[in-house]
């Protein structure tokens, strides 16, 4: 069974926590993290690291946006 790409996010879901899968060279890479801007052909994503993605636009094959993580059990 195959799975269906689809872009399912707007500008309006800036703010809101994604889920992304673009085309890179040799495959696809994902990210997970919020929206933050969308703006002249690229997304911004900040992961829960810290780290920014800059994902042209283009490149995109499927998004949505997602729940919040749930919490992380505290470990003893």
Request: glycine share 6%.
């Given at each position: 069974m195959a799975a269906r790409l689809v872009?399912?996010?707007?500008r309006q879901d800036i703010g809101a926590r994604i889920t992304t899968r673009r085309r890179?060279?040799?495959g696809f890479r994902d990210a997970v993290g919020i929206l933050e801007s969308w703006a002249d052909g690229?997304?911004?994503?900040?992961?829960k690291d810290g780290t920014l993605v800059k994902i042209p636009e283009e490149t995109l094959?499927?998004?949505?946006?997602v729940p919040a993580a749930p919490p992380r059990p505290e470990r003893e």
């Open positions: 872009i399912r996010i707007t890179v060279p040799g690229t997304l911004r994503v900040r992961k094959v499927a998004a949505r946006v």
